[in-house]
């Protein structure tokens, strides 16, 4: 009875759907008053929506919210504030040349004299730690501060819960120290804090308990004395790692592609990808292990030309391909199945022909030479590349949303085995996908390795990566920080070092 | 009880699934006209009329006889470009609100070469005046483009702006150097006979530019699906990031499509000066623009249904006239007219969408994924 009484918030049997996606699935939990909850997951496993559901932003499929025991229904930020839930959003919701006051009076739902609210704005910083000043312009101020500002709008609407998505991602380590003291204080007081994150040092360091989240589903809730870093990597993740590992001789030709020293700093500075070398040959899987938004798609996004990189090299065949266009690129023989094929990878409104050409719609194979479509040509392409992939659609002139997420995937991956005749990039090729269609892309990647392809595999999964690599490295934070042969592949290690632990620990 | 309750899903998929087709489509817009009508009727009921007579009447009118046919030919003809100058953009997701201001500029390109080259035989002073009212407005509107493609300027802001710009051009040269000689309105002399589109029944304005709207229609049609072009055009317009992803220049398609969707507004200004006015009259025909948003919406911004959304705007617009000449109805209803119609579009448009989301979602819940 006793823990009840403390339960603050409750979220029941919440659902929530996207066109394509199951975000949240019959997901519940619970918070406490003055317990600091992490809510731990890859990107896309449903943390974000789910917050956003308890804040008022999205409106769930099914479920209901409860708070101190009494059901609500919260249907606007508006009304979130109102019954004491404030959140601090990943990408800041500030008027950029507004002033820091004019900010905070912006979002109150009654009107004070900004005298009070100046006066306000400096008690809640002298008490926290937060000092801003409330006359400084927001895009004059470090991201830090910005976040501060952030902070003290939610609290000068009267906030028991704090929910932070992914607060530390902009951060200085200085400034993670500084934020970590105020939630620990602000919980201090009997507030309540839901903090996003997939970064498990962050994890261990500030809650109480964590709530793992993985493809939409809660895996489980841990306190944190019970937890341990490799734990929350299996929950995280999703397998334990005590699989067999197939041992098989790849016949490795010469090198294709090279990475050598590759950075990406972002735009606030924070390095996206730190000093980054691969080599892979032909007949070669290489896989990149880690738990995603570490810089694996920047890497594979790099590699094809999408995003500029800082510093470094990248040859393919011993050429560089750094100032080539994504045209050029294409040309030189690398496919790339994306991440995300709805978001980058197909046009969904478009038919089946059509997106099997979508990267070969320059030079005269499917345009004749006045750019006017030779469809008889496209036709008898397109089915011949839906009997050899096994595309499961009516017609070649069915539209791609129409197709199974399956059938789908397949259409990615015939356009880019195709087209990547040297270097196939496959970045989580199976995510979504069902047993039988995610073994069939397997299939698909091991064909053609044997070809004599070299291939970058990506994937969140590591039992994929063990599975179809002969080469792994780990990334974390836009570093590999090791890179195995598969036969001497060490599964705790790699686990380990997913999660930040660097080889010199491990002696410990 | 489960074997029920899943025959009832099967029948609700089967209706979502025909919520696809294009026969909804057309259904939905002939609904939509339909309730458009309906709702303006009800106003008129306010001003003491009578719809169904009034609708009678609008129809009688339009066909009473062979000028009026005629001239919902001749009203259709300069609608059907600027709809499509907003429609061709449209399809690259990409708003050009300045067909008013592109169809200006042709205007003004047509007339110059008309008064200029005059003595020229007709088929030279005609092909050159429709080709400078192409490249006029398409330059002037390819700025839109290369604003939008190089320094991410909102192109329905600067489309949209352009208009003001042209509109004082026009002024300027309007009560300047192509003024009248008689130096008294600011409009411009009459164009020589040389430089008027023929007639295609005599005695009405019904001249053979009506077809070369048809055809251009039937061109763009055509850019959309069978050319490479076209190709690029869709898949900027559905999903830019796999446009990017594909190595697709963007930035080309920005200006390209802007060009071609300036000239067909252009080649609008041709047909007015040397088909209807024969001269260039300030501030004339200035809602030629906004009109052709309406029929692009209408039309579903397909070619080939623009025609057919022309058409019923200028049989409105010509039936209308008439009524409002014989009765106490005020001719804004006409406007009122369309308005609605183009609304409840919008609104089928939306309805259409939510079933189409419900649909998939309905597939997810259901089957879940599949191979």
Not at chain 1, 124 to 149: C, H, M, T, W
Not at chain 1, 184 to 198: A, L, M, P, Q, R
Not at chain 1, 271 to 277: D, K, V
Request: charged share 20%.
């Amino acid at each position: 009875m006793k823990y009840l009484d403390n339960v603050f918030i409750e979220m029941e049997n919440i659902n929530k759907v996207f066109p394509g996606t199951v975000a949240n699935d019959d997901i519940s939990i619970k918070v406490k008053k003055g317990e600091v909850i992490s809510l731990l997951g890859e990107n896309g496993a449903g943390k974000t929506t789910l917050m956003k559901i308890l804040y008022g932003m999205y409106k769930a499929d099914r479920g209901e919210i409860k708070i101190d025991g009494k059901k609500v229904n919260i249907n606007s930020p508006q009304k979130a504030k109102k019954l004491g839930i404030g959140m601090i959003h990943q990408h800041f919701t500030l008027v950029p040349v507004h002033t820091v006051l004019e900010n905070v009076l912006l979002q109150l739902n009654e009107s004070y004299a900004p005298k009070y609210v100046e006066n306000k704005i400096k008690e809640i910083g002298n008490k926290y730690e937060l000092v801003v000043d409330p006359s400084a312009l927001i895009n004059e101020l470090p991201v830090g501060f910005q976040q501060r500002v952030e902070i003290i709008k939610a609290l000068l609407g009267n906030s028991k819960l704090l929910i932070m998505d992914e607060p530390t991602a902009v951060l200085t380590p200085q400034e993670t120290e500084k934020l970590f003291k105020f939630i620990n204080e602000f919980k201090s007081e009997g507030n309540s804090v839901i903090f996003i994150t997939h970064k498990l040092n962050e994890v261990m360091e500030i809650s109480d308990r964590i709530i793992v989240l993985r493809d939409g589903k809660k895996v489980g809730s841990i306190n944190k004395k019970d937890a341990d870093r490799e734990k929350l990597t299996q929950m995280m993740i999703g397998r334990e790692f005590d699989f067999e590992v197939k041992k098989n001789e790849a016949t490795i030709g010469k090198k294709i592609i090279e990475v050598d020293n590759v950075s990406i700093v972002g735009e606030t500075g924070n390095q996206i990808l730190n000093n980054i070398s691969l080599n892979i040959s032909a007949g070669e899987i290489f896989g990149v292990a880690g738990v995603s938004g570490n810089g694996q798609e920047e890497l594979a996004d790099a590699i094809a030309g999408l995003k500029k990189i800082s510093n470094g090299d990248i040859r393919l065949m011993g050429k560089s391909i750094v100032n080539l266009n994504i045209r050029e690129i294409i040309n030189s023989g690398v496919g790339y199945i994306p991440a995300d094929r709805h978001k980058v990878g197909l046009v969904l409104e478009m038919t089946v022909e059509e997106n099997l050409i979508l990267k070969s719609t320059y030079g005269q194979k499917y345009f004749n030479k006045y750019k006017l479509l030779k469809s008889k040509k496209l036709k008898i392409d397109t089915e011949k590349k839906i009997n050899k992939f096994n595309i499961k659609v009516s017609t070649s002139k069915a539209l791609v949303h129409s197709l199974s997420g399956g059938n789908q995937q397949k259409v990615v991956v015939a356009r880019e085995v195709t087209l990547g005749d040297k270097l196939l990039i496959a970045s989580q090729p199976t995510r979504g996908l069902d047993f039988g269609a995610a073994a069939y892309v397997k299939r698909t990647l091991e064909k053609e390795k044997s070809k004599g392809k070299a291939i970058l595999l990506i994937s969140n999964e590591l039992s994929e990566i063990m599975e179809l690599s002969d080469k792994i490295g780990v990334i974390y934070e836009g570093e590999i920080l090791d890179i195995f042969d598969r036969n001497e592949a060490d599964l705790k290690k790699i686990g380990l070092l997913m999660t930040g632990v660097r080889g010199e620990s491990f002696e410990k | 009880m489960s074997h029920l309750k899943n025959r009832s899903n099967s029948v609700k998929d089967l209706f979502l699934d025909k919520f696809n087709n294009k026969l909804v489509l057309i259904l939905s817009s002939v609904f939509s006209i339909f309730m458009g009508l309906t709702v303006s009727g009800l106003l008129m009921l306010f001003l003491n009329q009578n719809p169904v007579e009034a609708y009678k009447l609008i129809i009688e009118f339009a066909f009473i006889d062979s000028y009026n046919i005629a001239n919902i030919f001749a009203k259709s003809t300069p609608l059907i470009l600027t709809a499509l100058a907003f429609g061709f953009a449209f399809k690259a997701k990409l708003f050009n609100i300045g067909a008013q201001g592109q169809f200006y500029i042709g205007v003004l390109a047509a007339v110059f070469v008309s008064l200029k080259l005059g003595w020229m035989p007709p088929f030279f002073v005609l092909s050159l005046s429709l080709a400078a009212s192409f490249a006029a407005a398409g330059i002037w509107a390819s700025f839109i483009g290369y604003f939008k493609a190089y320094f991410n300027a909102n192109e329905f802001l600067v489309s949209m702006m352009s208009t003001y710009v042209a509109v004082a051009i026009m002024d300027y040269l309007l009560r300047g150097p192509l003024q009248e000689s008689k130096g008294e309105y600011p409009q411009t002399d009459l164009i020589p006979n040389t430089a008027k589109i023929p007639t295609f029944i005599n005695g009405t304005q019904f001249h053979y530019g009506f077809f070369a709207a048809v055809g251009a229609a039937l061109i763009i049609y055509y850019i959309l699906w069978h050319t490479r072009l076209g190709f690029h055009i869709r898949a900027v317009g559905q999903n830019r990031n796999a446009a990017e992803f594909s190595g697709i220049n963007e930035k080309k398609i920005f200006i390209i499509v802007f060009l071609i969707c300036g000239g067909l507004a252009g080649i609008a200004g041709f047909m007015q000066v040397n088909g209807i006015n024969h001269m260039a009259v300030q501030g004339f025909e200035a809602d030629i623009g906004a009109a052709g948003i309406g029929v692009a919406i209408l039309g579903n911004a397909n070619p080939i249904g623009i025609v057919f959304a022309a058409l019923l705007f200028s049989t409105l617009e010509v039936g209308g006239l008439m009524l409002t000449q014989t009765s106490s109805l005020p001719s804004s209803i006409i406007g009122i007219m369309q308005g609605s119609v183009v609304i409840f579009v919008v609104i089928s448009y939306f309805i259409n969408n939510k079933f189409n989301i419900l649909k998939r979602k309905r597939k997810l819940i259901n089957n879940g994924e599949e191979i």
